[in-house]
């Protein structure tokens, strides 16, 4: 937590569009909040004077997108452009970056013919298996997992599917593998004071989590700075 994962994944997006490449690249996210996210940090540290090479799809389901993310969006939304199937077509051919929610990969990519050179999937540990092998299909070159099954996991909606590991993400089975793959780790947080992360980082990441040094200075709230008010959801009074 706090280790600053998107900016990386810019990174990672920013050198790939350096290097010209026959096909493009796909981004894609669980929630429209995180694709908005990942584009918006894009967009304005690395393609604030190329914005014409981003494209967002949408569909008339994702109504809760940004207001900038739907200057870059084609699809059937309210506020964008009358949406023709053409439209996605030419898109996906003039741009090189597309950006999209992992549930409308479907419509939007032929996941046989629809190739790229970089597949890169944000908030993997949130991600069903199932899921992310969708963007799996779409790489045709290198594929990305950015996430944190320990801050963020599959959240299953089945008992029974649960024992049988479907929240287990694609990411989380791959660590657990040990197939070497690699895995880097963000160490330095930039969240949260040291005394806190201390615990977190024994608790979650076998002590190898750290400060960063701009924060060691800072000092945890003092008792009565802050007003605390608690509520009790056991009973409906």
């Keep these: 937590p706090g280790t600053g994962k998107s900016d990386v994944a810019v990174g990672i ?3 790939h569009s350096a290097v010209k490449t026959e096909n493009s690249q796909v ?34 389901q994702e109504a809760s997108i940004s207001e900038f993310a739907k200057s870059v969006t084609v699809g059937q939304l309210q506020g964008v452009s009358e949406y023709k199937k053409s439209d996605v077509e030419l898109r996906k051919q003039t741009k090189d970056i597309h950006f999209c929610t992992m ?23 949130t991600l069903s298996e199932a899921t992310v092998l969708c963007a799996l299909t779409l790489a045709d070159g290198t ?37 070497g793959i690699p895995m880097v780790m963000l160490e330095e947080q930039y969240r ?27 000092s945890v709230w003092e008792p009565g700075c802050y007003r605390s008010c608690l509520f009790s959801t056991s009973d409906s009074s």
């Excluded at 949260?192 to 040094?213: E, H, N, P, W």
């Design 13 to 15: 997006i920013a050198l």
């Design 27 to 60: 981004i894609l996210c669980g929630t429209n909040n995180a694709v908005d996210l990942l584009l918006g940090k894009v967009c304005t540290g690395y393609l604030d004077k190329e914005l014409h090479r981003a494209v967002r799809f949408g569909d008339r």
């Design 103 to 125: 549930g409308n990969v479907v419509n939007r990519f032929n996941l046989n013919k629809n190739k790229h050179a970089l597949s890169l999937v944000d908030e993997a540990g």
């Design 143 to 179: 594929m990305v997992l950015v996430g944190d099954p320990k801050q963020l996991c599959v959240m299953g909606r089945s008992d029974s599917a649960t024992t049988r590991g479907v929240e287990v993400s694609l990411m989380e089975r791959l660590q657990d593998l040990s197939l």
């Design 192 to 218: 949260m004071v040291s005394s806190i992360c201390k615990v977190v980082s024994t608790v979650f990441y076998g002590g190898q989590l750290r400060t960063a040094d701009c924060l060691l200075n800072l």
